[in-house]
């Protein structure tokens, strides 16, 4: 989410599209899990914005408190992500030329989105999405590389 929002343009708002060429039967949303006070609970979960330009991000919150953003399935940015008593999520880029920023958490949808508006206003519509460990999209992206390799050879 932090490059699907840093990706935002300022007062513009982005959706996520239900049915998107992108998503898979691995992009199948997980159940939304919830605090004793019905927030949601980020840990462990991947959530889906769609692009102004089409692109899809994803961002990946691991139990550690880091994330992992991928744009179009190839990562992009990582760093460390806190979900704050006043339902504020903020993002705190690794990358030195990145800045990060606190998001307020919208309420939970029918329809499994909620929006996240950031502290200079950008708004955008997210969907949670199969979260895959960082383990395991380490081992997928070298699956991926070694099938590239065979097939350049």
């Known amino acids: 989410m932090a490059a699907a929002l840093s990706a935002c343009s300022a007062g513009k708002t982005e959706q996520s599209s239900g ?7 691995a992009d199948a949303a997980q159940p939304i899990e919830t605090d004793s006070r019905g927030d949601v609970t980020f840990s462990e979960s991947a959530w889906l914005s769609i692009g102004n330009d089409g692109a899809v991000y994803t961002t990946f919150f691991d139990a550690d408190g880091s994330y992992r953003d991928h744009r179009n399935g190839i990562a992009l940015q990582n760093g460390t992500w806190r979900k704050l008593e006043d339902a504020r999520l903020c993002f705190f880029p690794e990358q030195q030329n ?5 998001w307020s958490i919208g309420a939970l949808e029918d329809n499994g989105t909620m929006r996240l508006t950031s502290s200079q206003g950008r708004d955008i ?9 960082a383990e395991s999209a380490d081992a997928e992206a070298g699956s ?5 390799a065979a097939d350049a050879s």
Not at 19 to 25: G, K, L, Q
Not at 98 to 102: I, L, P
Not at 144 to 148: L, M, N, V
């Open 144 to 148: 991926s590389e070694k099938a590239a």
């Open 125 to 133: 519509e997210v969907r949670q999405v199969a979260y895959l460990a």
């Open 98 to 102: 990145r800045t990060g920023d606190c």
């Open 19 to 25: 049915d998107t060429e992108a998503s898979s039967d």
